[in-house]
């Protein structure tokens, strides 16, 4: 009978010469699959290989080609994956494109079959990270502290994270805080965890003992966070009813008497003896009190765009009460200024919806770009 002249090879599959009745001869591999993945950033593996073998050999695989190093493949699983987890905006290709070449092939020890795939990296929005904060205060500290995870979200820091512990009047503040075995031990296992990356606590008028409570939670702190930024968010005068008799007393403005609360005071006597305690860590102040005296203004001279009383309910006025609890237009102006001096936020750009005609952005970026450069973040 005349011999087959031809050989054929099909998918992969490599079939020998010849005729007759010879024993079986061994075949290689057959191995189908995509040629193009698509893998998002940050991930590694790319996908699973599999190949079958006529003669039910035990299969071996391996990658070569142009970007082989920066993969890698499971011998028996087929499973291929990245090295490191590819970052999108670093790629690894010589174009820069972040497509990479490789060939894939799979072997019974004797033949083997081979695949040219490409890997494509997508993009992925990963935001702008975020901050793991402690915020400990009082009630004039805590509306600023309740929002501030919204608008960080809002503006790109979707790992912001924060704890908050607050407590009324005296107890908020730190010595308070530092003194109440309750707060003492709840802020402690806190900081015992670490990770604490900024340190947020109230300013109080101490004279006495400026930084009392302050110095003992910083001290603390830095045991286990010792990279750990501190801000004092500063307070406005309360009981606003009298703020008029006040100005009459001394023939200042409110905003004039509150100035050497915040530069004699608050920076060159509690946050400058800080500093000299604590020389490796960063601390600065939120002038947070400002927005209740450049709002409480504007509403005297009617420049405010929102029906909005002096005193009224928290939606409805910039005071809560007698004691000058803050009203939401306060709340969301002073998280702005925090957002703003915690994650230097550009106000004039950020367009959190506050909920309010009256431009917020403008009123914390005009207190903010005035606060003294020495005291700021």
């Known amino acids: 009978m005349p011999q087959n002249p031809y050989c054929y090879i099909v998918v992969l599959l490599l079939t020998a010469c010849g005729g007759g009745s010879s024993a079986p001869q061994n075949t290689a591999p057959e191995l189908v699959a995509l040629k193009d993945y698509a893998i998002d950033e940050n991930t590694t593996e790319v ?76 993009n992925v929005d990963e935001g702008l990270g975020g901050r793991n904060m402690l915020l400990m205060g ?109 100005e009459q007393d001394h023939g200042k403005s409110i905003e004039e008497l509150y100035a050497p609360f915040v530069n004699d005071y608050i920076h060159k006597t509690l946050i400058d003896q800080l500093r000299v305690e604590f020389p490796s860590t960063k601390i600065f102040s939120i002038p947070t009190g400002q927005a209740t005296f450049e709002l409480a203004e504007m509403h005297k001279n009617n420049l405010l765009l929102d029906n909005i009383s002096l005193f009224g309910s928290f939606d409805n006025g910039i005071f809560t009460d007698e004691k000058g ?31 309010f005609s009256t431009d917020l952005h403008s009123i914390a970026e005009k207190i903010m770009s005035s606060h003294d450069l020495d005291y700021s973040h």
């Open 47 to 122: 996908a699973r290989f599999k190949a079958t073998d006529a003669e039910g050999d035990a299969l071996t695989y391996s990658i070569s080609g142009a970007h082989a190093l920066l993969f890698s493949i499971n011998a028996s699983s087929g499973v291929v994956a990245f090295q490191s987890p590819p970052d999108y905006e670093n790629p690894q290709d010589e174009k820069q494109e972040n497509i990479y070449s490789i060939t894939v092939s799979a072997s019974d020890g004797q033949l083997s079959s081979s695949l040219g795939i490409v890997i494509r990296v997508n």
């Open 138 to 246: 009082n009630s004039f500290f805590r509306p600023y502290a309740e929002r501030l995870q919204e608008l960080a979200v809002d503006a790109g820091y979707i790992e912001h994270r924060d704890r908050r512990v607050t407590r009324g009047g005296q107890n908020g503040t730190p010595v308070g805080l530092w003194n109440n075995p309750d707060t003492n031990a709840e802020i402690k296992a806190i900081l015992d965890a670490g990770n604490i990356e900024i340190f947020g606590m109230t300013g109080n008028y101490n004279p006495d003992n400026p930084t009392q409570g302050f110095s003992e939670w910083i001290a603390y702190a830095l045991q286990n966070n010792p990279n750990i930024t501190v801000f004092i968010s500063i307070p406005p005068f309360d009981f606003p009813s009298d703020w008029q008799t006040k």
């Open 325 to 355: 609890h803050q009203g939401k237009i306060v709340a969301y102006t002073g998280t702005l200024m925090w957002l703003n001096g915690l994650y230097q936020v550009n106000l004039r750009t950020d367009d959190f919806e506050t909920g």
